[in-house]
């Protein structure tokens, strides 16, 4: 049975994240002051047409590194979730 991946891509705290400066700014400027702070990333669901779940993890865990995610600058965390 299939999986899905469920990848969250997110700046690393060291590098500042403008896009979420800005909407951190936005939200105070509507009124929103108790808004401490916004960081922006990237959500993505992947199939992964595999019967293991320790092969499904596996690829997760590959495309993130090389395709999805600058390990530079980026930090990843996945879900694998049954396909029903």
Do not use: C, W
């Not at 993505?44 to 320790?54: A, G, K, P």
Request: glycine share 4%; hydrophobic share 35%.
């Amino acid at each position: 049975m299939p999986y899905t991946a469920k990848i969250k891509v997110t700046l690393r705290q060291s590098i500042l994240d403008v896009q979420g400066k800005a909407v951190e700014h936005a939200l105070k400027n509507l009124g929103y002051g108790t808004v401490e702070s916004a960081r922006i990333g990237k959500y993505i669901e992947v199939t992964i047409n595999e019967q293991d779940s320790l092969q499904a993890e596996r690829i997760a865990n590959e495309i993130s590194q090389k395709l999805l995610s600058n390990p530079v600058m980026e930090n990843y965390s996945f879900e694998l979730e049954h396909v029903k």
